[in-house]
């Protein structure tokens, strides 16, 4: 049967397909070690799913307002307020969707047209240029180099600007790289994109997870004018290990919003009832579970780069966020695709292949698994790449 253009130009996720096929392995009764999720390992906190117990013996198993309920935009105004010094109205600035992913998608649909260019620093999380493309507008690639910590400078956006150029995408914490944009950075970019009238969708969700001195700044919150360009992203997808819980959220400007959720009305309704439940808890309660996982993940990410430093063929840069190491791989003169499938299929370790993210020369490691897993997969990934060396 025909399919539309739409679909043929579409390029399915590697992460997932990684992902899954690192499963199947599994299943087979093979040793994997996993370095391809973009989720913690963390079982969500018994607090929460107690929430979500709650709610469903409590009949809360109905529709909901599509953008969701008006408790749970509350919890997420005053998230934005307290942890971002961001004013959003939660009866129409801040629409919840079915997990982060769906708020860019959606955006993408309500914000850009036909002929619409839209700015994508590379590296990239590797949905950006298909909800680009979806959407009927054009991806830019802004590419970035190790030198500048693999993040764009205000100059660089300034002379990529075209007339048709609408849109600017920032991720920070940055997946996959793991770098995090100073005040100073993103100060000279919302200077740019304030004089050219171009809206920022700031994607946050890695925001809890942020190891840097400097404290994590949302672009928003530099003044007036940067703050009715941007639309703010998040969820509790990492934060809170609610991955399969798919909740995610956005704060804008009236209009975005209300658009946002027009288009949210007739695609997915309301997002699980059940879920914003358990949302509201997650948001609503102290951040010392949260805060301990983040020590973890920072143990993790100081273990990993110490393995990685034994292993001569790869570099990287040293991740401020997330959970992700980005590894230079061209010493090895594979491409990154090569490279994963040959680790996948010869030593059972799953990684992601630059590619994906608009970068051959890396593969990106997700640091999201125990101390244990991480001191085998990168034994076997050096053993890999001491018997495959150039020459």
């Not at 948001?283 to 273990?303: C, I, V, Y």
Request: contains cysteine; aromatic residues 8%; neutral net charge.
């Amino acid at each position: 049967m025909p399919v539309s253009f739409r679909a043929k130009n579409t390029v399915g996720s590697t992460t997932l397909a990684i992902t899954a096929r690192a499963k199947e392995l599994k299943a087979q009764g093979h040793d994997v070690v996993s370095f391809a999720a973009g989720e913690p390992d963390f079982d969500t906190p018994d607090f929460i799913k107690k929430a979500a117990i709650d709610a469903i013996q409590n009949g809360l198993t109905k529709y909901t307002p599509s953008s969701g309920t008006i408790e749970l935009r509350q919890a997420i105004a005053n998230k934005f307020q307290r942890d971002n010094q961001l004013s959003y109205n939660p009866k129409d600035q801040i629409v919840v969707s079915c997990g982060a992913k769906h708020s860019l998608y959606t955006l993408m649909q309500a914000l850009v047209d036909a002929g619409d260019e839209v700015l994508i620093p590379a590296p990239f999380w590797v949905s950006y240029p298909e909800m680009v493309k979806l959407a009927g507008a054009t991806p830019k690639i802004l590419e970035t180099c190790e030198k500048t910590k693999f993040k764009i400078t205000a100059r660089q956006l300034e002379e990529n600007i075209s007339p048709s150029t609408k849109v600017l995408i920032i991720n920070s914490p940055s997946n996959p790289t793991g770098t995090v944009y100073t005040r100073k950075e993103l100060e000279s970019i919302a200077a740019v994109c304030v004089k050219r009238n171009i809206v920022v969708v700031s994607d946050e969700i890695y925001e809890k997870l942020c190891y840097a001195n400097e404290p994590f700044v949302s672009i928003g919150s530099l003044g007036k004018d940067i703050y009715n360009l941007t639309v703010t992203v998040n969820g509790v997808s990492k934060a809170y290990a609610m991955t399969g819980w798919r909740i995610g959220y956005l704060g804008a400007s009236k209009e975005i919003a209300q658009s946002v959720a027009k288009i949210q009305d007739h695609s997915t309704s309301n997002p699980t009832s059940i879920s914003q439940a358990a949302a509201l808890a997650a948001l609503n309660a102290d951040e010392s579970t949260l805060n301990a996982m983040k020590e973890e993940f920072r143990k993790r990410r100081d273990f990993i780069v110490k393995c990685l430093d034994q292993i001569p063929q790869i570099d990287y840069i040293y991740p401020e966020g997330a959970f992700y190491v980005f590894c230079n791989i061209s010493k090895t003169g594979l491409d990154s695709d090569t490279i994963a499938k040959k680790v996948l299929d010869e030593k059972d370790v799953a990684c992601i292949p630059g590619s994906s993210f608009g970068a051959d020369d890396y593969i990106r490691l997700g640091f999201a698994t125990s101390m244990e897993r991480i001191e085998e997969g990168t034994r076997r990934l050096a053993e890999w790449f001491q018997n495959n060396q150039r020459g």
